[in-house]
């Protein structure tokens, strides 16, 4: 067997079992990191309640993709907008600009991927690691203490906000 052969290894993670972080209200479960992929790709499933919204933003070094596995969102891509429920997929190429809004009245919860990988280390910047696999509660951390820290953190991770959210 040669030495690439021999550092080939699968990555698996138990349901439930991944690293987690609480930002943004939400829930982001580490399923592929940059370490385990060689940096290729991220991997996470997040899971965010109703009315999370992100401002209209792009990305300088990494495309997006999403499966909606529960759930109900506006997803805002470039001038279109799409009105997304489970079982939909969204590639957003790198550089365009981007927002999303959870609708209805249950969380939804998704399969995020990144191509490179490095985007969920921002998540882990700005939020807390989760002392369990849900959605935060009281021990979470309030807006007023993370709004502050996406503006440090986020540009050195090539995020740049253009646009204000969807609208509700």
């Known amino acids: 067997m040669s030495g690439t052969e021999q ?34 790709l991220g991997v996470a499933l ?17 495309a997006e993709a999403f499966f909606l596995l529960e759930g109900q969102m506006s997803y805002q891509a470039g001038e279109e907008l799409f009105e997304l429920y489970p079982g939909c997929f969204i590639h957003l190429p790198l550089g365009l600009p981007h927002a999303f809004r959870i609708r209805g009245e249950q969380p939804a919860r998704m399969l995020a991927l990144t191509a490179p990988a490095g985007l969920l280390g921002l998540y882990d910047e700005v939020g807390l690691p989760a002392t369990e696999h849900r959605l935060p509660g009281t ?3 309030p807006p007023e203490v993370e709004l502050p820290k996406w503006g440090e953190v986020a540009p050195r991770y090539g995020l740049q906000v253009v646009g204000p959210p969807i609208p509700e």
């Open 139 to 141: 021990d979470g951390q």
């Open 7 to 40: 550092q080939l290894r699968a990555a698996m993670v138990e349901p439930g079992t991944g690293r987690a972080t609480w930002a943004m209200g939400s829930l982001f479960e580490h399923l592929l990191e940059g370490d385990v992929s060689a940096g290729a």
């Open 46 to 62: 997040v899971t965010q309640p109703p009315g999370v919204a992100t401002p209209l933003h792009r990305h300088t070094r990494e």
